[in-house]
């Protein structure tokens, strides 16, 4: 007996880890995948389920005693309502091919059913988390129990087994609950920490890393890019009458203006240091360029920026740029031209921005 629920349980724990591993590697969703997965999330439970059922303890007359409504429950608190019908409609019917037709074993089969289609319509109206996953689960127990009771009332045996298979229920829902959580949360920290290597902190853009190696991409495909290296102009004189904090508002500010300015253009933008932010703008070449950076340096000019005390105030940028293939067909030589332009735009008072087709 006990191999036989040593066993159930690893299939148990290991299955539900194998499906849960995908749900905690972040990968770029799509509205296919998005609908799709209460389904396949609910096939792979249910396949489980069928598994569990093989697996499961024959306790007297065809009667199946396992813990399949646990693997209903992952796969909702997983995949969503949808899940738990998917999930539990394979098992039940699969439960008539696995056990023993009897009046027992039929009658246990249909709770079954009615369980998960309760199930079904009750998360579907409160949703089942991580917090009332753990009220789902003891209400099926509770039920579980009292179905199995009430249907060996007709025979003698199976009492003992019966208070083993709640024993062993318990622990393997608290058990695998509680590995996931942590799993779950190691993740988290991993892929928290990964998250902030790649942007600056104060604004939450892409830092000069993300910025290099989105320049590589698209040199590799041989696209033509143009960059805008954009600088605040008198940052320090802001810093100096208003204080540093409020420095840091103009440039979270700007950041904000810049990243719905990146969204609308699919362009990429991205802080480098200080009061420095570029921006990377597909297929344009020089000319174009040059007019989306007029454009941006008197939309910024318009735009009023909120300080300490509902203080506004407006501020100028200056604007240097660099085309590929034309001023660098590597992205260190693209990007030193870019410095040097944004350096010669700080000294235009007329425009603002320099190109650096136009260095000597």
Request: glycine share 6%; charged share 15%.
């Amino acid at each position: 007996m006990f191999i036989e629920i040593l066993s159930y349980f690893c299939i148990l724990f290991t299955f539900t880890l194998l499906i849960y591993w995908p749900f905690i590697n972040y990968f770029k969703i799509t509205p296919f995948i998005d609908r799709s997965i209460p389904y396949v999330t609910g096939i792979k439970f249910g396949v489980t389920g069928l598994i569990l059922t093989y697996s499961a303890i024959n306790l007297v007359d065809g009667v199946l005693v396992n813990s399949q409504f646990v693997s209903v429950l992952f796969s909702g608190l997983l995949g969503g309502p949808f899940a738990i019908l998917v999930s539990g409609l394979i098992i039940g019917i699969g439960r008539f091919f696995f056990s023993e037709v009897t009046m027992i074993s039929t009658i246990f089969n249909y709770n079954f059913i009615l369980l998960v289609l309760f199930l079904f319509l009750i998360t579907r109206k409160y949703e089942m988390t991580s917090k009332t996953v753990f009220t789902y689960f003891w209400l099926c127990l509770v039920e579980s129990i009292l179905i199995s009771f009430i249907g060996l009332c007709f025979s003698s045996q199976g009492y003992g087994f019966l208070l083993l298979y709640g024993l062993f229920t318990v622990f393997a829902f608290y058990f695998i609950y509680i590995v996931i959580h942590q799993v779950k949360r190691t993740n988290d920290t991993v892929q928290e920490t990964n998250y902030l290597r790649k942007i600056d902190y104060l604004t939450q853009l892409p830092n000069t890393t993300e910025f290099e190696k989105c320049i590589q991409q698209l040199m590799k495909k041989n696209e033509i890019l143009s960059l805008l290296l954009v600088d605040i102009r008198d940052l320090k004189m802001i810093n100096s009458k208003y204080g540093y904090p409020t420095g840091d508002l103009i440039i979270k500010q700007l950041a904000l203006h810049l990243k719905e300015y990146a969204d609308k253009n699919d362009a990429f933008v991205g802080r480098l240091s200080g009061e420095e932010f570029a921006i990377i703008l597909k297929d344009t070449p020089p000319a174009l360029a040059i007019f989306e950076a007029d454009n941006l340096i008197h939309t910024i000019a318009q735009q009023p920026f909120n300080v300490i005390d509902k203080e506004v105030i407006y501020i100028s940028v200056t604007i240097g740029l660099s085309s590929f293939p034309d001023n660098g067909v590597t992205s260190r030589s693209l990007t030193e031209n870019l410095i040097r332009a944004s350096q010669l735009a700080k000294s235009n008072k007329t425009s603002g921005y320099f190109h650096a087709n136009n260095l000597k």
